[in-house]
T-cell receptor
Framework: GNSVTQMEGPVTLSEEAFLTINCTYTATGYPSLFWYVQYPGEGLQLLLKATKADDKGSNKGFEATYRKETTSFHLEKGSVQVSDSAVYFCALSDNGGATNKLIFGTGTLLAVQP | DAGITQSPRHKVTETGTPVTLRCHQTENHRYMYWYRQDPGHGLRLIHYSYGVKDTDKGEVSDGYSVSRSKTEDFLLTLESATSSQTSVYFC??????????????FGDGTRLSIL
């Protein structure tokens, strides 16, 4: 079945460092891909999405490109801030039965130090 | 703001008691979902609904039931709670539209502890 694999955390960076969080997927067909962010004590918020191969999703300085050839959707940011500290989830839309269930990775905790 | 309210936000109860969690939305979305979040597992789908009285099971549905008698409310019930159901529960709605590109939007969660 479809699945998502994320890099293990926690990831600890200094402010203004470059961020990469790896995400790879296994899927039949071409699902939409998403990154969600969860701040402490809150629900998940959509960060960005991409719906087809070579699409680049971007938001708040974060980017991710849908790479069909490597089945990857890595999250990047050029200069992280302390306020980016959160858990990041990669997800794909499992369109089986047209109910668009989301399949999530296990999440990656990012801690940014001043 | 997707207009999703979950209640209660926190609950502590004992093994064997029934528990009902409520998800309320204000925007008439057709699709609603219940997930549980556990360390090392990310979010896993419990049940979902694709309309009033139309529901189906997700990957971790054992021990849970749901009901949707009106568009705005989706209830999750633990008929007889067990300690393995201690978790954080999230409700989500999906924006309307065709295809799989519409994202889901999440409530703030219910932290449930079963002693």
């Amino acid at each position: 079945g479809n699945s998502v694999t994320q890099m293990e955390g926690p990831v600890t960076l200094s402010e203004e460092a470059f961020l990469t969080i790896n995400c790879t997927y296994t899927a039949t067909g071409y699902p939409s891909l998403f990154w969600y962010v969860q701040y402490p004590g809150e629900g998940l918020q959509l960060l960005l999405k991409a719906t087809k191969a070579d699409d680049k999703g971007s938001n708040k300085g974060f980017e991710a490109t849908y790479r069909k050839e490597t089945t990857s959707f890595h999250l990047e940011k050029g200069s992280v801030q302390v306020s980016d500290s959160a858990v990041y989830f990669c997800a794909l839309s499992d369109n089986g039965g047209a109910t668009n269930k989301l399949i999530f990775g296990t999440g990656t905790l990012l801690a940014v130090q001043p | 703001d997707a207009g999703i309210t979950q209640s209660p936000r926190h609950k502590v109860t004992e093994t064997g008691t029934p528990v009902t969690l409520r998800c309320h939305q204000t925007e008439n979305h057709r699709y609603m979902y219940w997930y549980r979040q556990d360390p090392g597992h990310g979010l896993r789908l419990i049940h979902y609904s694709y309309g009033v009285k139309d529901t189906d099971k997700g990957e971790v549905s054992d021990g849970y039931s749901v009901s949707r008698s009106k568009t705005e409310d989706f209830l999750l019930t633990l008929e007889s709670a067990t300690s393995s159901q201690t978790s954080v529960y999230f409700c989500a709605i999906r924006e309307s539209g065709t295809g799989d590109s519409q994202p889901q939007h999440f409530g703030d969660g219910t932290r449930l502890s079963i002693l």
